[in-house]
């Protein structure tokens, strides 16, 4: 098969491997390392013995997202429980195509901070089976189980995963919701703030680097956190956290962290922060200048 051609199919099926790299990893760059991979991959190949190209790209971007996975397990990265995912952060008023694909299926920040503490084989059977539609029987190879048993991975992840809440489909009310969490955080309004918080909220934070990551739990304990950080942040301004409502926190003229909020029943039941300099660096807030 030519080269030329080969690549022009390799680059209709780009968008789509991200996007299963990105729920595999919760990492951009990283899904963006393992896309690239796929490309090499296929580009040693003989493509004219592939009868079904994006079947076998996504069945290699599996693999190479299931070896990244291992990999880092076994390298004892910082807690799971306290990594946050790469956010995909865009203006409130941005439409890029891209960027909807990625988030296609209401993948929130949430369900990958879930996502981040199964085992890189149930991670794997849940993303491409309930995410992506993928037969068992062509998971089943990926990681090396048969079809029964990788149907049982993929119900283990379920079970975890069920427990996340469903947030709020219309944006304009978790808007709402955040936008008077903020406010009440900046005033100092501890009532406000309880007010907007659900009973059960959960707030995790990744600082990165060495230094750990905090999880708090409980009206008290967040709405106490909440307005410390607020009289910190020198402005608060409202984006799209993977399509739902979010904030930048901006010091200096630099973000210094990225929220999003998960609202449900008109409260937010859930804060995910990242405040990793690095890995803020690495994201695209041009449309914040």
Not at 62 to 80: D, H, I, K, T
Not at 239 to 260: D, T
Not at 277 to 285: A, V, Y
């Amino acid at each position: 098969m030519d080269e030329k051609f080969l690549a022009e199919q390799f680059e209709t099926h780009r968008t789509r491997l991200r996007a299963v790299a990105y729920r595999m990893l919760g990492s951009l760059s990283e899904a963006d390392d393992a896309v690239q991979e796929a490309w090499l991959r296929l580009s040693r190949s003989d493509g004219d013995e592939i009868g079904n190209l994006g079947g076998w790209l996504t069945t290699v971007v599996g693999r190479v997202c299931l070896n990244m996975l291992r990999s880092r397990a076994g390298r004892r990265e910082e807690p799971l429980e306290t990594r946050v995912p790469d956010p995909l952060v865009t203006g409130v008023d941005t439409v890029d195509p891209e960027q909807e694909v990625l988030l296609a299926d209401s993948v929130g920040l949430a369900l990958l901070v879930v996502l981040e503490t199964l085992a890189p084989p149930e991670r794997l059977a849940f993303v491409l089976h309930d995410l992506f539609a993928m037969p068992f029987d062509e998971i089943a190879p990926i990681v090396g189980r048969t079809p029964a048993a990788t149907r049982q991975l993929a119900s283990r992840a379920r079970r975890r995963v069920r427990g996340v809440p469903a947030p709020d489909p219309d944006l304009a009310r978790q808007r709402e919701v955040v936008d008077a969490f903020i406010d009440a955080a900046r005033g100092g309004d501890l009532a406000g703030l309880v007010a907007v918080l659900d009973p059960d909220v959960v707030v995790r934070s990744d600082p990165g680097g060495q230094r750990p990551g905090t999880l708090r739990r409980g009206l008290a304990e967040v709405a106490r956190g909440a307005t410390l950080f607020a009289t910190f942040a020198e402005e608060l301004r409202p984006v799209l956290v993977n399509g739902a409502a979010g904030a930048v926190a901006i010091v200096g003229g630099q973000v210094v962290s990225v929220a999003a909020f998960t609202v449900a029943g008109g409260k937010v039941v859930a804060l995910d922060i990242l405040a990793d300099p690095e890995r803020l660096s690495r994201l695209d807030l041009s449309f914040l200048e």
